[in-house]
């Protein structure tokens, strides 16, 4: 029993973690920010014409 009740407390700590973060970065819209910064960055891998992208 005790051996169960560490890995439930392990599996909400990890679940609580995982929610946490995502919140966050979904709160600061870092998602849309990331994207712009790496279709800027694919954008110069394959010569493409420039994109005004500004957040």
């Known amino acids: 029993m005790d051996k ?3 890995i439930i407390g392990k599996i909400i ?3 609580t973690i995982v929610t946490g973060v ?3 970065i979904y709160f ?3 998602d849309q920010k990331l994207m712009a910064w790496f279709y800027t960055f694919v954008n110069k891998i394959f010569n493409r014409k420039k994109q005004d992208l500004k957040f």
């Open 13 to 15: 700590k990890v679940l």
């Open 28 to 30: 600061w819209n870092l």
């Open 22 to 24: 995502l919140f966050v």
């Open 4 to 6: 169960a009740l560490k």
